[in-house]
């Protein structure tokens, strides 16, 4: 079965600063990965997905993540964070093999940004 | 209206109330989705419905009874709730068989409290 960790349940960075947040995952095959974002009280926004290809993924509002297959990782960056990145954001792994989308999710980062 | 709409946002109920959660998407998905989002928990997949018909069961309570009675609409019936039913649900969609990738769009969420 499919799998998410992400080992930080939070983060605290200063505005300006660069971001990394961590997430690997379990999958047998080639997955589908998913980065999203929650602000509090709203739903989920995607900010970028890796089917294949380049490694190297851009998202919205800046945000990039590179797949590494020899780390079963796809952690998420930021150059510079503004303090309207402040947020919880989860990485997904997508299960393709079936006739319509199948995530699991990964428990979270709460990222807090101090001005 | 666009994306996918959920109402009500908030419900407070007590255990032997009966209500509904309802959720409307103007995509042209196929696939319709009920997730559970609680404190300290990875999102948990509820149902998947896909072109109406209910493919996923992740084993829920019978206190929960999905409704897909189209692609673009999606209910969940709630009734004898347990305060540990007290979450944020979320509803998603996502493309059809033909053009699957995972990729899920959520509303915002039902913000559900059983007193």
């Known amino acids: 079965a499919q799998s998410v960790t992400q080992p930080d349940i939070h983060i605290t960075v200063s505005e300006g600063a660069s971001l990394e947040l961590r997430c690997n995952y379990s999958y047998g095959a080639t997955p589908y990965l998913f980065w999203y974002v929650q602000s509090p009280g709203q739903g989920l926004q995607l900010l970028l997905k890796?089917?294949?290809?380049?490694?190297l993924v851009q998202g919205i509002k800046g945000f990039e993540a590179e797949f590494k297959r020899s780390q079963s990782s796809f952690n998420l960056r930021k150059p510079s964070v503004h303090w309207s990145d402040a947020a919880e954001y989860f990485c997904a792994v997508g299960d393709g093999g079936t006739s319509y989308g199948k995530l699991t999710f990964g428990q979270g980062t709460i990222l807090t940004v101090h001005p | 209206e666009t994306g996918v709409t959920q109402t009500p946002r908030h419900l407070v109920m007590g255990m032997t109330n009966k209500k509904s959660l309802k959720c409307e998407q103007h995509l042209g998905h196929n696939a319709m989705y009920w997730y559970k989002q609680s404190a300290k928990k990875p999102l948990e997949l509820m149902f998947v419905y896909n072109f109406k018909e209910q493919t996923e069961n992740n084993s829920v309570p019978s206190r929960f009874s999905p409704e897909c009675p189209n692609s673009s609409h999606l209910f969940l019936h709630l009734h004898t709730l347990q305060p540990e039913d007290s979450a944020l649900y979320l509803c998603?969609?996502?493309?059809?068989?033909?053009?699957?990738?995972?990729?899920?769009?959520f509303g915002e969420g039902s913000r559900l409290t059983v007193l």
């Open positions: 998603a969609s996502s493309q059809d068989s033909s053009g699957n990738t995972g990729e899920l769009f």
């Open positions: 890796y089917f294949s290809g380049d490694t």
